[in-house]
């Protein structure tokens, strides 16, 4: 297959990477919005540059795309895609609002094409064995579930208005995993949020620091927790808590905690620096997943739907946080 990619930056150089090394993949043709990035990468990886998205859609000949661009621009490159009858993977979010997700969805949809998006932790490991953990009823009945996600160091300031928020951007990637690991639906939230930081989190109408409690359609109660200041070390963990057994994804050599039990761990030498880093396999699982949807090898392990799920998630829990009440999930959109 010929596959287009859109983007050159980092999650762009990372896809790269990832798609010459995957079965299938004959030629990648790489596009940006700055053709000098564009052409860097391609020279990196051995791909093909081009001068424009539009050039991947009029004369590169591809046969799917994979979408790495800002958030902004994703719904439109996805609505081109599907109306050039081409498979497409697209980081998520899909949009920054419920309203634009719905819109990019009835592309897809009235086309018929593919479209995966970007929930990595979905193909990790530790994620598989634990959701084949809880399906099987090993845990026996779930009550509880905790959620970490921290990064080292903040992002850089210029990303923060374009992300969507510490919960579209960060926290979603929780609450998709958690439904996807308990097969149940959340239906509210009670989300806030903190300012400790650098003063650009605030003028962009974010916070740095955020925590969740999610009630799913079964009575389970969740808590998900986020941070941009970690110095410890990049840290994702997911504890699942039963009347059987408890399971922890996220807890391994390289996890940045430190106990503070006499013979307890002590802190990692080499912790995981950031989300590149500890999810390396799981990005190139999720590619190679898409090529072999593309190539109507396999059914689509993350549906477009998915995201418009976890991002209604996201959207009550930023209801929650500026009106600082619980809110249910059927109250929004």
């Known amino acids: 297959m010929r596959i287009g990619l859109f983007g050159a930056g980092r999650m762009g150089s990372l896809h790269a990477a990832a798609l010459t090394a995957v079965d299938g993949v004959g030629e990648l043709v790489i596009a940006d919005a700055d053709p000098g990035r564009a052409a860097v990468l391609a020279a990196a990886v051995g791909a093909r540059p081009a001068r424009s998205a539009g050039e991947v859609f009029t004369s590169a000949g591809v046969d799917a795309v994979v979408i790495a661009t800002t958030s902004a621009s994703h719904t439109g490159l996805i609505t081109r895609a599907a109306r050039a009858g081409l498979p497409a993977f697209c980081e998520k979010p899909i ?5 634009g997700t719905i819109a990019a969805l009835r592309e897809v949809e009235a086309a018929g094409t593919l479209l995966q998006i970007g929930f990595q932790r979905r193909f ?17 009945r779930v009550h509880t579930i905790r959620c970490v996600t921290s990064d080292a160091t903040p992002p850089p300031a210029d990303f923060l208005p374009l992300s969507g928020g510490l919960f579209r951007d960060c926290l979603v990637h929780d609450f998709d995993v958690v439904r996807w690991l308990t097969g149940r639906e959340v239906t509210e939230v009670y989300a806030r949020g903190a300012n400790g930081g650098a003063d650009f989190f605030r003028q962009a109408g974010d916070v740095d620091t955020a925590a969740a409690v999610l009630t799913l359609d079964d009575g389970t109660l969740v808590t998900a927790t986020a941070t941009r200041y970690n110095g410890a070390g990049y840290d994702v963990r997911t504890e699942l808590s ?61 549906p477009g739907a998915e ?7 996201a959207e009550a829990c930023e209801v929650s946080r500026r009106e600082d009440r619980p809110v249910r999930l059927a109250d929004v959109g």
């Open 95 to 99: 949009a920054l609002d419920l309203a």
């Open 124 to 140: 990790d490991a530790g994620y598989l064995a634990a959701r084949q953990a809880l399906r099987s009823g090993r845990l026996g």
């Open 242 to 302: 039963g009347e059987r057994d408890q399971w922890v994804v996220g807890l391994a050599e390289r996890s940045p905690l430190t106990s503070a039990e006499p013979d307890g761990p002590g802190a990692p030498p080499h912790p995981w620096a950031d989300f590149r880093e500890r999810f390396a396999d799981a990005y190139r699982a999720e590619l190679a997943a898409f090529v072999h949807a593309a190539r109507g090898l396999g059914g689509n392990p993350c």
């Open 307 to 313: 995201g418009l799920r976890a991002l209604h998630v």
